[in-house]
């Protein structure tokens, strides 16, 4: 039976799950108060102005950008890895700037030529696109936390994800030196998305590229890193993926072909951003305090927080399906994501975005605080 090709690829990907919450959506829209909408980590506050001054510096840009970035973007995101995050020993050729870090996760399978007879393993609780890059190539798909649970079977591809989207659990040194010497005596890529590194509260994540995870070796190893949450750039698709030189070179050799070429004028707005740790630190303080506000108030209205260690989000559970949890939330005007999103193993949990400005965080606690 013949099959229309416009629908081959849409049949492998499940259905997209923010298309579910349209009901919840309308119930907290017609809170008085007006909806808090917490379901969707994107940034809220302003670009830095020392960033908007650079994009607009090289907005008269007509040429082609190159794909492997400016020599000042190479140079800018490997003072910022080790300046920030403490890892060292890469060189230009061992870092790639990306249109959005979503584009990355989504078509690295592709990008390094898996296919049907490949396995990719992603995090039991997990960003959804992993699976999705994983179906976009036909690669199979094993949902694992731990080594024992992959079996005999060896994968090409493995993800991590620390600090973890959603549940904001950090994995700790030990955990990724073993998944690290695991991969490398079989040959297998790890994949590391630290899109959340810089936003730590009770814990302290490090690189997989980190010296005292890798032993200062980048071979095997991809870390992926974005400007959106850190930085408020989700509307420039700022990101970049760093590690072994060759592992880049060859997502360089594709994505030359591919035409994946980031904008010249983000490119130097990217430099400023990663010289600039000021804008960044004002900006960790400020999810700091949102997270300070919202935090006991989720508690003392009787919910408890799981993980949520770092990055942008807590995870939260009334000890009831997820959808459940959703709908009392929505009466109360707050809009959260259903922890089934991100794997059955949330399906009793909900995740609460912190990228919502003060008023609207202050709105939530306040609504939270009348139900005690």
């Given at each position: ?75 800018s ?32 399978p ?7 007879a ?19 190539a ?46 490398r ?30 032993g200062g ?7 992926i890193?974005?400007?959106s ?6 509307g ?5 993926v760093?590690?072994d ?9 594709v ?15 990217m ?40 990055g ?22 707050i ?38």
């Amino acid at each position: 039976m013949r099959t229309d090709p416009l629908t081959r690829v849409s049949a492998r990907l499940p259905v997209f799950p923010w298309d579910t919450l349209a009901d919840v959506t309308a119930t907290a829209r017609a809170h008085p108060g007006g909806i808090v909408d917490l379901s969707v980590g994107t940034p809220v506050d302003p670009v830095a102005p020392v960033i908007q001054e650079a994009l607009s510096a090289a907005a008269s840009a007509p040429g082609y950008p190159t794909t492997a970035g400016t020599p000042a973007l190479r140079a800018s995101m490997v003072s910022a890895l080790q300046r920030r995050y403490g890892i060292t020993g890469l060189g230009e050729a061992a870092v790639l700037p990306v249109i959005g870090t979503k584009e990355l996760i989504a078509w690295l399978p592709t990008l390094l030529g898996l296919g049907a007879a490949d396995l990719v393993v992603v995090p039991e609780l997990a960003y959804p696109t992993y699976d999705v890059g994983a179906r976009l190539a036909g690669a199979g798909v094993l949902a694992a936390d731990s080594l024992t649970q992959i079996g005999p079977r060896t994968p090409a591809l493995v993800f991590l994800n620390s600090p973890s989207n959603p549940s904001g659990r950090v994995l700790g040194v030990e955990h990724l030196r073993k998944v690290v010497d695991w991969a490398r005596e079989r040959g297998v890529v790890v994949a590391s998305d630290e899109c959340y590194l810089g936003l730590a509260w009770d814990a302290e994540p490090l690189s997989v590229l980190h010296p005292d995870v890798c032993g200062g070796d980048h071979s095997g190893l991809l870390a992926i890193h974005s400007l959106s949450k850190t930085s408020s750039l989700a509307g420039y698709r700022a990101g970049f993926v760093a590690g072994d030189p060759q592992l880049v070179g060859e997502l360089l050799a594709v994505r030359k072909h591919a035409g994946m070429m980031m904008p010249g004028p983000i490119q130097a707005a990217m430099v400023a951003a990663l010289d600039d740790d000021a804008h960044e630190k004002q900006q960790r303080q400020r999810y700091a305090r949102r997270r300070d506000v919202l935090l006991p108030a989720v508690r003392d209205a009787g919910l408890r927080v799981d993980h949520s260690e770092a990055g942008l989000y807590l995870w939260v559970t009334r000890d009831e399906p997820c959808r459940d949890t959703l709908a009392w939330f929505a009466e109360q005007g707050i809009l959260v994501a259903p922890g089934e999103f991100y794997g059955a193993s949330g399906s009793r949990h909900v995740r609460i975005a912190l990228t919502a400005t003060d008023e609207r965080i202050g709105a939530a606690a306040q609504r939270l605080a009348a139900l005690t």
